[in-house]
T-cell receptor
Framework: GNSVTQMEGPVTLSEEAFLTINCTYT??????LFWYVQYPGEGLQLLLK?????DKGSNKGFEATYRKETTSFHLEKGSVQVSDSAVYFC????????????FGTGTRLLVSP | NAGVTQTPKFQVLKTGQSMTLQCAQD?????MSWYRQDPGMGLRLIHY???????DQGEVPNGYNVSRSTTEDFPLRLLSAAPSQTSVYFC?????????????FGPGTRLTVT
């Protein structure tokens, strides 16, 4: 079946450090890929997405590139802020029918001043 | 726009009790869904709806019922609560079927079953 694997957290960084959160997927076919973010006490929000191979999604300084050859969609940010502390979920959706998102387990990011 | 709203925010039930988690959206979205979030497991789809009067099962539907009588509302019913249903429940809506469509999530309901 389709699945998403994320690196285990928590990821602990100092402010202005470089961030990478790894995400790989298994899917029969070519899914759309997403990163959602969950701030403390809130629901999930879409951070960025990519719908086909080699697309780069970007938002709020975060970027991720859809790599078909390595089935990956790693999240990166050049300089994190304390306000980026949250749980980040990688997810996929197959390009057929209703959008049934398949989520990874989430990676908690903690940024200290 | 309020977006997606959920009530209650917190709930404690005893085993065997029933209750309804409410979800409403004011964006006129056709597509709505319920997820549960458990530690170490990400979010899993419980039920979804592609329009008023149309619902279907997701990955983990057992023990839950849904109905969709209006576009705005999509309540989730727990028929006889069990400790295994202790979780955080999220409702979501989206405007399109296209795979790249964004899903909008509510703030969640934290349910504890004792």
């Amino acid at each position: 079946g389709n699945s998403v694997t994320q690196m285990e957290g928590p990821v602990t960084l100092s402010e202005e450090a470089f961030l990478t959160i790894n995400c790989t997927y298994t899917a029969t076919g070519y899914p759309s890929l997403f990163w959602y973010v969950q701030y403390p006490g809130e629901g999930l929000q879409l951070l960025l997405k990519a719908t086909k191979a080699d697309d780069k999604g970007s938002n709020k300084g975060f970027e991720a590139t859809y790599r078909k050859e390595t089935t990956s969609f790693h999240l990166e940010k050049g300089s994190v802020q304390v306000s980026d502390s949250a749980v980040y979920f990688c997810a996929l959706n197959m390009n057929t029918g209703f959008q049934k998102l398949v989520f990874g387990t989430g990676t908690r990011l903690l940024v200290s001043p | 726009n309020a977006g997606v709203t959920q009530t209650p925010k917190f709930q404690v039930l005893k085993t065997g009790q029933s209750m309804t988690l409410q979800c409403a959206q004011d964006m006129n979205h056709e597509y709505m869904s319920w997820y549960r979030q458990d530690p170490g497991m990400g979010l899993r789809l419980i039920h979804y709806s592609v329009g008023a009067g149309i619902t279907d099962q997701g990955e983990v539907p057992n023990g839950y019922n849904v109905s969709r009588s209006t576009t705005e509302d999509f309540p989730l019913r727990l028929l006889s609560a069990a400790p295994s249903q202790t979780s955080v429940y999220f409702c979501a809506s989206s405007e399109g079927l296209a795979s790249g469509s964004e899903q909008y999530f509510g703030p969640g309901t934290r349910l504890t079953v004792t």
